[in-house]
């Protein structure tokens, strides 16, 4: 899954991922049913990803094919010409027989015996578990790559600004919870919320204008 690395390596908010890559290398020839596990996992979490940086909302126990068809969504793919909707809906295909696939041949899918263990792991020809796992690999860098071109991160400078367009919350915070320290370095708390969760900074943030507005309002 070499065009998959390289894509996580680009963009530094994926590279986790890599532990799921190397956990399929290792266990694609001696163990197929284990990487099928491993890929839906994969897929699942980068679609979830999206959906978090866009503010999508989802059920933590959604399938895959729904996920993946959020992220799409997410991306722009919802409202795009006819021809390239077409192309998102092959891709959501993709993800959602990984799911069924998953449950037909994966290792833990409903608590299967031994024996059934051992058979599934012959049940699909090599050649076919290669175009399974270079399919996933596919749609998850399209995923990512559509994510990136289409909402790249901010500088530093650009998040240190709106970083600072919010004083009065983050003194708030601030206040509440200090500053870290570790050895020679210390940050505020805000400054850590806003850099490491984004997206719970934000929730924080309109949680606390809301509780601005209703003292304004007297309530």
Request: with cysteine.
């Amino acid at each position: 899954m070499d065009k998959l690395r390289a894509t996580i390596q680009q963009y530094g908010r994926w590279q986790a991922y890599d532990d799921y890559i190397k956990r399929i290398e290792l266990n694609v020839d001696a163990d197929f049913p284990v990487c099928v596990e491993i890929a839906k996992s994969l897929l699942e979490g980068i679609a979830k990803k999206i959906c978090e940086e866009r503010g999508q909302t989802f059920e933590r126990d959604d399938n895959v094919g729904k996920l993946v068809k959020l992220a799409f969504g997410c991306i722009g793919y919802d409202k795009a010409h006819e021809e390239i909707k077409q192309i998102g809906t092959a891709l959501v295909t993709i993800g959602h027989n990984m799911g069924t696939l998953r449950n037909a041949i994966g290792p833990t899918a409903h608590g299967i015996t031994p024996e059934e263990i051992e058979a599934r792991k012959d049940s699909i020809k090599k050649s076919s578990s290669d175009f399974l796992l270079a399919s996933t690999e596919m749609v998850c860098c399209f995923l990512i790559q559509v994510f990136e071109t289409e909402f790249p991160r901010k500088s530093e400078v650009e998040r240190l600004s709106a970083l600072e367009d919010y004083e009065d919350f983050n003194d708030f915070w601030d206040d509440q919870y200090g500053e870290f320290v570790m050895g020679d370095y210390a940050f505020l708390a805000s400054e850590v919320l806003y850099q490491m969760d984004p997206v719970a900074y934000k929730t924080e943030l309109t949680a606390y204008k809301a509780s601005q507005n209703e003292t304004d309002n007297g309530k």
